[in-house]
């Protein structure tokens, strides 16, 4: 009888984990379907900033970065923003974050070689109660003197006319806040599979194209391209507002549309470029201060969100093989062509180098970004708090911080 009842309760639980399966994939094509109506609608900057004439006035724009220990990637990417074409006034803010290598020296000298156009600023203690790099964009702020502000982080690539195409996109949407998606530039085939993983799951779960809504609640912002206005910075409450927030790109989004400001979101291939990380171990342990803090610190919420992860990204290309039943095979085969045509087509939109072949490899990048998702917040909660640019920051200081 013991025996039965024990086969009894695997059957129920195959049971459940097929239902599950089921409507997670029914789940995931449902935003699939949401993610090719909507992508359409999110341009590339290339394509549709040259589309107005020139402005006959440009506005000013201050370029504002902060940098800790980023001697070796610093002095080009700087370089790139400094040789814009832009026809306005523009300056860039360099902010040397306490840095301990070369980082400062490389902003006094590009600013002897720039003295029109950079302000080297130094930061040699961090105050209580501020992030390091949050605290260094605020004071770049203050100092900057441009109608429009421009966070980005300090090994970013700048194509040329990247600044004008972005500001005269932005004026002819009438927009107050523009963010661009980077061309996200990644070695090896391990690393790629999990960079189309992540941005691909990104995609369909922060629907970027609704940001532009007033109506809709999704905000995007990415730390590499954030061009506001001036005044919209001010009025929402600057960084002083997201101090304590390691998830500060997209929380200055969500704050500047909560406040009322028009937002747009555009693909930056072609326009701006980052090596985001160098291997894939390197980008697990760099997404470790930023997954855990998105999700509010919510050990649960990391545990639904793995399991859905799996559940939608993973388990369906299994079952599409080795599933019993064939209604269930053929839901699990669907997902998976849904996940192969959006890696077919969504490089022809953002303009992606990406080949379609790394769907077969789509189960180990969400695998990945499952394994990451864990691990910030393991890690996060043995340390009892977040870990970034050589300081520690409590996490009950963190959970309680607006």
Request: with cysteine.
């Amino acid at each position: 009888m013991r025996a039965g009842r024990i086969r009894g309760g695997g059957r129920a639980l195959g049971g459940l984990g097929t239902l599950l399966l089921v409507l997670g994939s029914a789940g995931w094509l449902a935003a699939c379907g949401g993610w090719f109506r909507g992508v359409r609608r999110v341009p590339v900057l290339s394509d549709v900033g040259g589309q107005q004439d020139s402005l006959d006035e440009y506005p000013s724009v201050s370029v504002v970065l902060a940098a800790r220990d980023e001697g070796a990637e610093v002095g080009e990417a700087v370089r790139s923003v400094l040789e814009q074409d832009y026809p306005g006034r523009l300056e860039v803010v360099a902010v040397d974050d306490r840095s301990t290598d070369r980082t400062g020296e490389i902003f006094t000298e590009l600013a002897a070689e720039y003295p029109e156009s950079l302000k080297p600023l130094r930061v040699d203690c961090l105050p209580e109660g501020w992030l390091g790099k949050n605290h260094a964009l605020y004071l770049g702020a203050k100092q900057a003197e441009g109608e429009w502000l421009l966070f980005t982080d300090a090994d970013v690539r700048f194509a040329p006319g990247c600044v004008g195409d972005a500001v005269r996109y932005a004026l002819r949407e009438r927009l107050d806040h523009l963010t661009l998606s980077p061309e996200l530039i990644s070695r090896g085939v391990a690393l790629k599979s999990f960079v189309a993983a992540f941005v691909l799951v990104f995609e369909v779960t922060q629907r970027p194209w609704r940001a532009a809504d007033p109506g809709a609640k999704e905000a995007v912002g990415v730390g590499s391209f954030n061009l506001l206005k001036r005044e919209a910075y001010l009025a929402s409450g600057t960084h002083r507002a997201i101090r304590l927030r390691p998830d500060d790109d997209m929380r200055l989004a969500r704050m500047l549309k909560e406040a009322g400001f028009s937002q747009g979101v555009a693909y930056g291939t072609g326009s701006i470029s980052v090596e985001w990380h160098r291997s894939l171990a390197g980008a697990v342990r760099g997404l470790e201060k930023s997954i855990f803090p998105g999700l509010d610190y919510r050990l649960s919420t990391a545990l639904v969100a793995s399991f859905v992860l799996f559940l939608i990204n993973v388990a369906p290309f299994f079952g599409t093989l080795f599933a019993r039943r064939p209604a269930v095979r053929a839901i699990c085969f669907a997902d998976v062509l849904a996940v192969v045509a959006m890696y077919v087509y969504g490089p022809r939109i953002s303009g992606s180098k990406l080949s379609p072949l790394y769907a077969a490899l789509h189960p180990f990048g969400a695998g990945a970004l499952i394994y990451a998702t864990l691990r910030s917040a393991a890690v996060t909660l043995a340390r009892g708090g977040v870990e970034w640019r050589d300081t520690f920051y409590p996490l009950d200081l963190l959970k309680n911080a607006p």
